[in-house]
């Protein structure tokens, strides 16, 4: 009897154990918005700063991915970020000189108008997208070791994929 | 001990001074080179434009009645609430009944549009006036991201306004949805695949109460035959294909001309960039002669002496609905002509009722006597109200080139530019961090090890996880994860489960194992992690 008691007490604390474990380590989403963009993120990343950007960094693997918007003038709503792309980089790769270029494409299939730069230096890579709606440019960088660097794309392009880019005026 | 203090200390001192990546966005601009790549022209031939402006300018108190009216077009209300505060916009003319009358009878039938297609919107990104007439404007109101009984479109609300006693009235508003251009682009497409080259107009306005929006397939014909040696197809492309495709025109033999914005489009993304005429002629660029960025122009040498140039006639005399035509090519598989309407003149820039698709940028705009009167820029296309810079600050440049030997026209080296614009990349780094150990089991996997013959740039094994990067050298056509059928039929014969596919990204499971295969740039990545 005793025997069956101290049985039953391993098995639900045991149950409750599994569960409770469970649920801390559950990969939670959550979402950051502010008057450029939204986008979803889930609990392997913390948070850095998201005051009118959103820095996270990768829990295991201490990996960067920083979100930012450049809001243009107007006149350039319909200027193709093709005819903006190569000043843009350029301003970026003066800003990281170590860093060399290895990969670029345009991403005509995604949602918006985007181009990827992949840089390396030394063990690291950088990937670089900048999205453009209207006068909004989204600029992405995504810094990693480079051995754990394609294993975090997927949570990277995963987050990327949720982005909504705002602009325009509101009509009602 | 000291030495290995000392180390330890240098190892840190430089690790803390390696600088991460970082993107300062306050320091990113988006003119700067090139201003830098106009300033190494060769400034033997000068594009004056006296009087030009391309900049817009608005009409703020139209824009506050437009904004009213789109914002009660698109509300919830019901029908007999929006009709009564429409008319609130509408326009009223004190000496023309029937004109008020019509007017209300076409607010009427744009509501009812309105309310059958279920609109739903939050956002207007655009708004685009023109003003024609004394008492005439005509505003293109742009909203994107808009919900068309449940589907995702871009809807355009164009509004003709008409003035009494100092006040803007709605007479003639109109609703277009991106299927409906799609749809005449698609059109225009299937006939020029059939070898038709008289084509039409998606206009169906006429500004000036004509009612004349139709043209005679005769006059049609006569502008395309005495002008189809003028006219040419530019394209640019790199290893994957064709990448860039834009309009020119000869300026006189062996010179083109075309936007200064294709042509730095094209220096971006391009290794590649070629003419072609409407014989099937193609030609090489030599280099550039001339350019003027406001005036987002280019003129370019051609490697042969051929071509007709174009007749330049004056946009000054262009009338409101006046026909504009255009003969060029959406698939690069024949070229047909089309027509729009002339709105207005303004600072040297053509307000246009002429659909253009991005390909259309650059391309002669014809009258109805055949001369070159503009040509198309890109600030709006893909939308009815589309807008050309007068040709006529080209003229001067044609009579001086007219007047010299071809051989003798001067130029900068197209390659000048290249290198500042196309950049190649440098080697990326190529390892392979798998243990033997470790790679002789994952090998077995699918087969792995002899079905993906791809490149292998990098390979890791890290907290478990093998990650596989190769190199598609096959084509950017070929997205890299259709080149793995072997390998996953593999998979699925050993008894893995297809788990999920999208565009970029497959997975597969067994009880041990979950693969991703995914295709990121032109790599193909393989992660096999444990279950």
């Known amino acids: 009897m005793k025997k069956n008691k101290w049985l039953l007490i391993i098995i639900v604390v045991s149950i409750i154990l599994t569960f409770g474990l469970s649920y801390a380590f559950r990969v939670t989403l959550n979402s950051y918005t502010d008057n450029n963009f939204k986008v979803e993120y889930d609990s392997t990343w913390k948070v850095v700063n998201d005051t009118n950007e959103l820095k996270l960094k990768h829990k295991k693997t201490n990996s960067i991915l920083h979100i930012q918007c450049k809001e243009l003038d107007k006149t350039y709503m319909d200027i193709s970020l093709n005819d903006l792309i190569v000043d843009v980089i350029d301003s970026i790769e003066k800003q990281n000189i170590d860093y060399k270029l290895i990969n670029r494409m345009s991403n005509p299939t995604d949602m918006y108008e985007s181009f990827s730069y992949l840089y390396e230096k030394d063990m690291k890579q950088a990937l670089v997208n900048i999205y453009k709606k209207d006068n909004k440019l989204i600029v992405v960088y995504y810094e990693a070791d480079s051995e754990c660097y394609d294993i975090v794309l997927d949570s990277v392009d995963s987050i990327l994929r949720t982005l909504k880019i705002y602009t325009g005026e509101k009509v009602n | 001990m000291k030495k290995i203090l000392f180390g330890l200390l240098l190892s840190f001192i430089i690790f803390s001074n390696v600088k ?22 060769n400034k033997t031939y000068n594009i004056e434009t006296p009087g030009f402006k391309s900049e817009e300018v608005n009409n703020e108190e139209v824009n506050k009645l437009v904004k009213e009216v789109v914002k009660i077009s698109l509300s919830s209300d019901s029908m007999t609430d929006k009709r009564q505060e429409f008319t609130k916009y509408m326009y009223y003319s004190n000496d023309d009944g029937a004109e008020t009358l019509s007017g209300n009878l076409f607010i009427k039938m744009y509501l009812d549009v309105i309310n059958e297609m279920k609109i739903e919107a939050d956002y207007i990104k655009d708004i685009r006036t023109v003003k024609f007439n004394e008492n005439d404007i005509i505003s293109f109101v742009y909203i994107s991201d808009a ?29 277009t949805v991106d299927d409906d251009l799609e749809s005449y682009f698609s059109e225009v497409s299937k006939r020029e695949d059939k070898g038709e080259y008289i084509g039409g107009t998606y206009n169906k306005v006429s500004l000036s109460g004509k009612g004349n929006v139709t043209v005679s397939t005769n006059l049609l014909n006569s502008i395309y035959q005495n002008n189809i040696d003028s006219v040419v197809q530019i394209t640019g492309m790199n290893d994957g294909g064709q990448n860039s495709y834009g ?43 001339a350019a003027q960025i406001d005036y987002d122009v280019v003129v370019l040498k051609i490697d042969k002496n051929s071509g007709k140039g174009v007749s330049i006639g004056s946009s000054t005399k262009l009338e409101l609905d006046d026909k504009l035509f255009m003969i060029n090519s959406k698939n690069n598989n024949g070229f047909q002509i089309s027509y729009g309407s002339f709105i207005s003149l303004n600072n040297g820039k053509l307000s246009n009722l002429f659909l253009l698709s991005n390909s259309d940028v650059g391309g002669a705009l014809f009258n109805e006597e ?11 296309t893909n939308s009815e109200l589309s807008y050309a810079n007068s040709t006529d600050y080209l003229k ?18 197209l390659e000048t530019y290249k290198q500042d614009y196309y950049t190649e990349f440098e080697e990326e780094k190529k390892y392979n961090k798998i243990a033997n150990e470790v790679w002789n089991d994952y090998r077995k996997i699918g087969n792995l090890g002899n079905e993906i013959t791809l490149p292998l740039i990098k390979a890791s094994y890290v907290d478990g996880i093998v990650s596989l990067r190769y190199e598609n050298n096959t084509s950017n056509l070929i997205d890299s994860i259709y080149l793995v059928s072997s390998f996953t039929e593999n998979l699925i014969n050993d008894g893995y489960e297809f788990t999920y596919s999208d565009n970029y990204k497959k997975i597969y499971k067994n009880n041990k194992y979950k693969i991703i295969i995914k295709s990121s740039l032109d790599y193909l990545i393989i992660l096999i992690m444990e279950n």
Do not use: C, H
Not at chain 2, 159 to 170: H, I, P, Q, R, T
Not at chain 2, 248 to 270: A, C, D, K, P
């Open chain 2, 370 to 380: 055949g001369q070159v009167v503009g040509f198309n820029v890109g600030d709006k």
């Open chain 2, 247 to 289: 309009s020119g025109f000869y300026l006189r033999e062996g010179i083109i001309v075309t936007t200064w914005s294709l042509f730095l489009q094209m220096l971006t993304n391009s290794e590649y960039i070629y003419v072609n005429d409407a014989k099937g002629n193609t030609y090489d660029i030599l280099g550039v002669v």
């Open chain 2, 396 to 413: 001067e440049l044609q009579d001086i080139l007219n007047n010299q030997d071809y051989s003798k026209i001067s130029y900068t080296l």
């Open chain 2, 147 to 175: 919900l068309v009984d449940k589907e995702e479109k871009d809807i355009f609300l164009s509004f003709w306004l008409k003035e009494d006693n100092g006040k803007y009235g709605v007479y003639y508003p109109w609703i």
């Open chain 2, 20 to 41: 991460a990546f970082n993107i300062d966005i306050n320091k990113i601009s988006v003119d700067s080179q090139a201003k830098q790549l106009s300033e190494n022209l």
